[in-house]
């Protein structure tokens, strides 16, 4: 089980900097994001539902909305801190958002109807093995049929060396591009010790254990993106063939 962890262990959290430097200390920051609005399979007319797990301050559901002008958006995060920093960004869309204090897992365990896609970005690498399994199984059971899941997060290698190397290159950019030594710390302490990320391959695994077909869509170094669908009923029986 996922040690519990409080907003003390989340700085940004705490005290209101996420914004101020997350898109210069998460490598690819925009860039991935506007990847993962890419891999939606979906028409951009489309009436789709979407879960943001992790919304944080919004950027994953505003990027989504922006893109597809008829899609709903659920945004759920563990802190209300977090909500209060999302709603200015979403407020334009007020009216196909609805923004929930919860923790992910509980969150899916409790809802009633299933969605198009389910997207995170940076926030499952804060749960263990049993936890992603945990929450990938719950994923599975809200995803309509020829549903996907995107997950954009932070993830290790297998292979000692080419983990060393990966948080080396980390850790480059963060000395290049957040000049506040103080945030610098803050981030570098997150990442070191408060962080529980997997690789990529693992969890491709873990999701097509249950049920979710996966691939690795982009990878450089720490900073993946994951796909993952669930069949439509004609796609099983023509893979069992």
């Known amino acids: 089980m996922s040690k519990i962890l409080g907003i003390d262990d989340f700085f940004y959290v705490s005290d209101r900097s996420y914004d101020l430097t997350a898109e210069k200390a998460l490598p690819h920051y925009h860039e991935a994001h506007k990847l993962l609005v890419s891999c939606l399979p979906f028409p951009r007319d489309a009436r789709i539902e979407v879960i943001d797990l992790g919304v944080g301050s919004g950027v994953t559901s505003a ?42 897992t509980t969150f899916l365990a409790s809802a009633e109807t299933k969605v198009d896609a389910i997207v995170s970005a940076f926030c499952i690498h804060h749960q263990d093995e049993q936890g992603k399994k945990d929450l990938f ?98 796609e099983q029986i023509s893979g069992n063939e």
């Open 63 to 104: 990027y989504i909305l922006k893109n597809f002008p008829n899609a709903r958006v659920i945004g759920v995060d563990l802190f209300p801190e977090m909500l209060d920093e999302a709603r200015p960004r979403l407020k334009t869309f007020t009216d196909r958002v609805t923004l929930v204090q919860s923790e992910n």
């Open 137 to 234: 199984a719950a994923i599975q059971k809200r995803l309509k049929p020829g549903g996907v899941f995107l997950m954009l997060d932070w993830t290790i290698f297998n292979s000692p060396h080419l983990r060393k190397i990966a948080r080396a290159n980390t850790m480059r950019h963060l000395e290049a591009n957040v000049s506040d030594a103080s945030f610098r710390e803050k981030w570098a302490h997150h990442w070191n010790y408060i962080n529980i990320p997997s690789s990529a391959d693992d969890m491709v695994g873990w999701l097509n254990s249950v049920g979710i077909r996966a691939e690795i869509v982009f990878r450089d170094f720490e900073v993946a993106l994951l796909s993952a669908s669930v069949l439509r009923t004609e």
